[in-house]
């Protein structure tokens, strides 16, 4: 079984989807507990990559396609997973209003997807009001907030404060270029972190 | 000297008789708060997209005048490529790009007419119209040839994922197929190459070439990648233009250092804009001052939005003293003046850079 799980790790760290897809259902096909190919070989997968590129060693193409083959193998997998085995938590992902920058919301998308969390995308260009209601309806263990601007990093604060007077529980993460950890703590957010990597690992330490 | 001479000197890496001033883009909110300063004649505040040909036609006088008050030693026009709007947040453009405008910076693509490599043979490639140089074509007109005239040109890096709608899908291909990145980039190349020529025969000094390859911490691509599917371009573009007589300079913000060897080594005359955030514009001198010129560095992240006017003062002193020392240092924000700088720190960055840029440079440490 331990090669099936090494087998499952290479294939998300060279972004081999078909090979991941392949060797996810091979391993429930002989009995391989869901959780395990999850936590012991899918999750390390993405935790490696993300150590590779925090290093230096990996840049974002080899990030892409490791977070498209965990995708892939993640809905072959999804299927078999108890309810509580779902995942880490639910991150509602958007971009302020005005900035119509995707790539880093993306990558933080990926990320959170890598280690384990159900994420909800409303994209960019998302006004408060937006947040709130979208907010309101999937109730997320975490709202993650980005902006690629200094001058869109302005409506952070707005959105952090609308989204606490729906919620005032509500766990809010921020990031983008030109936010700062000091920002972060102005804006009233529960979290930062300087890149994708370290959102997801933020993202797991705040729930814990 | 003139301000075309200041520039062109400043490439050379000589020292001219002082920095020149001279700015990448000017976004139209920051054009008409600049330009509250010089002139009651103001066009409305809009995206020139939305504009009329009378207010966009206002919207370019406001910046030449800006440009004549300010004394700027140059000047950047953009193509303005024709588009029709889908609805409204989105545009089409001649590729058949659909884009997104944005009332805080450039419209971005976020649909491409290429999703896979067979898509490639059917595509229509765009050629370059005369009116896409009217901007260009305008600023020769009313400011003349003693100002640099700069046209900016997305390289093709950009012009490549904007093909396909989504960086992320170019930097996929990366890895997942090498030969169709590469046939995009010439796809994009070969339409850059046509964009010179007619800049050149359009009054073009300097090329920018946009699209950046970095992000706060590294680049988008490791130096191999670059190495291999961006470099053999960029070396392709460079060459034109120096054929044409035109300089040519690199534009990305971001960590640049993994690829700034590539970035020298394919024939760009400068760099821009040394974001403060990711390099140290010092270090940057003492490696690549002797093959590029270095334009940019101060702060538009922080600094121009929310600081006073006597720190831009000071910033500029000190990264004048850093940078311009020898020549080869053409003063501009870190990346734009966009709607969130404030107007006066822009016109205290430009006052201090002529307070302080005056050769030879003459500031203690």
Redesign the interface.
Known sequence: MQDILDGIKRAILVGEEEETKKLVADGLEKGLEPRRIMEEAMMPAMEDIGERFSSGEAFIPELIVAAEAMRQGMEVLKPHLAGAERGSGLVLLGTVHGDIHSIGKNLVRMCMEGAGFEVVDIGEDVKTEKFVEAFREHRPDILGLSALLSSTMQRIPEVVEAVRAEDKNAVIMVGGAPVTQDFADRSGADGYAPNAFEAARKAKELLN | MTGKERMLAAFSRREPDRVPVWEMAFNEESIIKLGKFYTDDLPPMKFAQQMTVEEKIKLLSTLFTVAKELELDGITAIGLLGTEPVDD?HVRDGWGRVL?V????EA?AVGGPVTEPSDLKGLQAYHPQPADFLMLMAAVGNLGTDIAQVLVQPGPFRESWSLLGS??KL??H???NPGFVKDLAQVATDYILEVVDMAADNGADIIALDGDLA????????PA?YEEYVFPYHQQITEHAHRRGKLIFKHSDGNMW?IMDGIADAGFDGFHPVQP?CMEIGEVKVKYGNRLCILGNID???LL??GSEEEVAESVKETIRVAAPGGGYIISSSNSI???CKPENYIAMVKAAREYGAYPIDIAD
């Open positions: 947040e997104r944005s009332e805080e910076g971005t960086m992320e930097l996929y990366y890895i997942k992000f706060n911490q590294t680049t988008l691509m490791s990648q993994p955030q538009c992240t922080y939005p929310f966009h709607p969130g």
